[in-house]
């Protein structure tokens, strides 16, 4: 490559949004090099420069100032032009500085590409500040990623910028504008992850990818998306033999064709099918006691929900569940997932407890302090967060908690504090940045967030204002931090080195000149009558009295000590939790909720009752049975007298009539011989 190889030039949008057309030949071989940050101007990063090294080893760099005259605004743009000779490889050296010291460094090794102006984005990002990666590799959001940037990764440049969090270059002027996360391979919430919100593996709604949903009530049995695969979940006693999802599991392995399964055939001197899904099928000659031949096969008319109490008369199949037929009556049992929460048959098992209002359990609500939520695997997630809130804890049931506008510990993101017990000021975060309110008479000349407010206005070199400086052989600077300062003559009161000051209220000159009272922990020294003392900063408390510590009490955020000192943040059966001065419900502890929504009573009902088990209004209410809640789960403890649990199934709780079931006669599983009936639990030829 020759030095008239190619160039480089920052960018101006004006000339940058109509390249193509103005700024060059077209179409253009050039790589638009883009830097945004995180981190804050000019707190954190106060100047980002660009070195280009080519083929041949000539360098080309330049600087972007982000503060002070002539400052940029990021993100930085910086075009590479090429014009003859190879087209790459360059070495392209971003870093971010402050104060003249490097912050960040990323680095990236990329070609031109003939014909087309690409986009080499070089985010630098306040995860990757002091972490040093192997070689050739640089730090980039996520960690540690190749310096070596494949053509693929190069879109074409859209005419604009793209900011930090756009996955697909964004929209302009303001790059990626937060929303809701949803399943179509994009980054909705602009947090550099895309569809985080859904599990491929198993949401029946996007299994595998997003929008391809499984079917969800086919007949007979039950849509389930299992490692990004849908399936079908057969109802006891039927299969998929056609292996066609949109039929769902249309053979019953009781009928003589498909006798226990698909390719299990009753013929010639075995033409009947008999038995159960739990004792298994088989071929027999004749139906056997119990049982009544039903055009080839041998149902139960007890048990069977196709031939239930006579041949041919089937249980209505209802949405989201399958059919049973206990004692001869027909009822119904809910597919995975879903319950009767109406209590109306009719309507089958009609709630989604992957719904927000009947999340796990009927009438669980979803209701997430300043969020979206959603209900997965049977609790609440949170989909995103209002705007100005976030989820810090990483704790999904108290919402989205912290506020991101004015918490000084997370400003504008939760990893975003600000500084913490700066000189002479209090940290405030207003609309999302960091700033500084001063202690009367002093101010921050620096510009650094991190020194406070380092400059006393009485002092001659910086008298009223940062820059007014008091002249003269002898300069001096009177006032006081109430009516102000202004250079003078004469002092009013004591000198000391220029500055005119009370030395019974100075706290730089307590008493007498050069007298400091001493800095304490979250507080700003005072004087008073000549004495030192201390006044705490917002949101800090001294709560131990101790003042050798300061005001070493965050009151924003002490469960014990929230808004004032010993205002404690205590609720029965909860944790409690400190919100930017303001008492809040943290989690439940195991075996409670909040049913009422009342921040005063906590977590005030117990899930392990029968009207209430595993959650808020989930009834324990077993046929002919006496419940018991365990653990938030519903058992039985007893059957109802004459009744038993047959089936082994806590749902369909003591199912048997034991005084009149033929083949359950006394005690389950005691069948009735030849034409026997089941009279009060004893089997006989009289009549009942």
Known sequence: MTARGWTAVFVSLACAGALAASCGPDPVTEIMVVVDSDM????????????????????????APLSGEGASTLPVTLGVVHRDGSLGPLMVVVSGDRAGANVVTRTARVSFITRRTVVLRMDLVRSCVGIMCPAERTCAPGGCRPINVDPSELATWPGYPPRLGDVDG????????????????????????????????????????????????????????TGGVCALLCDPGFEDCDADGANGCETSLLDPRTCGRCDSVCSGATPFCAGTPKTGYSCLAMCGMGTMECGGSCPDTQTNPLHCSACGLACPDRASSFPICVAGSCDLACDPGYHDCDGDPASGCESDLRDVTNCGGCGVMCALPNAVEACGGGSCGIVS???????????????????????????????????????????VCTAGSCSLACAAGWADCDSALETGCETSLG??????????????????????????YACSAACSATNCSGSCVDTETDPR???????????????????????????????????????????????????ANCGTCSNGCDYPNAMGACVVSTCSLGACIAGYSDCDGQLANGCERSTRTLTDCGGCGIVCALRSA????????????????????????????????????????????????????????????RPC
């Open 40 to 63: 804050m101007v000019p707190g954190e990063l106060d100047a980002v420069r660009i070195e280009v090294t080519g083929p041949t080893g000539m360098l080309k760099s330049a600087t």
């Open 626 to 685: 006496t419940e018991s809640c365990s653990s938030g789960i519903c058992d039985i403890v007893t059957c109802d007298p004459n009744h038993g649990d047959c089936d082994g199934r806590v749902d369909t709780g003591c199912e048997i009539d034991l005084n009149r079931d033929r083949r359950n006669c006394g005690i389950c599983g005691n069948a009735c011989a030849g034409a026997e009936r089941c009279c009060g639990g004893v089997c006989g030829d």
């Open 385 to 427: 967060c209002d705007t100005g809130w976030d989820n810090c804890d990483t704790r999904p049931e108290n919402g989205c908690e912290t506020s991101l506008t004015n918490d000084p510990t997370h400003c504008g993101r939760c990893d975003r504090p600000c500084a913490i017990d700066p000189s002479n000021s209090t940290s």
């Open 509 to 559: 000159n307590c008493a007498r000149c050069g007298n400091v009272c001493p800095d304490r922990a979250g507080s700003t020294a005072t004087c008073s009558g000549g004495r030192c003392a201390f006044m705490c900063d917002s949101g800090r408390g001294d709560c131990d009295g101790n003042a050798g510590n300061g005001c070493e009490t965050d009151l924003r955020s002490s469960t």
């Open 459 to 484: 002092d001659p070199a910086h008298c009223g204002a940062c820059a007014t400086a008091c002249t003269g052989a002898t300069p001096i600077c009177d006032g006081n931090p109430i009516s102000g």
């Open 170 to 225: 964004g929209t302009p002027p303001d790059g990626c504008v937060p929303m809701p996360e949803l399943c179509n391979n994009g980054d909705d919430d602009c947090d550099l992850r895309v569809d985080e919100d859904f599990d491929l593996g198993t949401d029946r709604d996007h299994c595998g990818a997003c929008d391809s949903t499984c079917p969800i009530d086919p007949p007979h049995g039950a849509g389930t998306c």
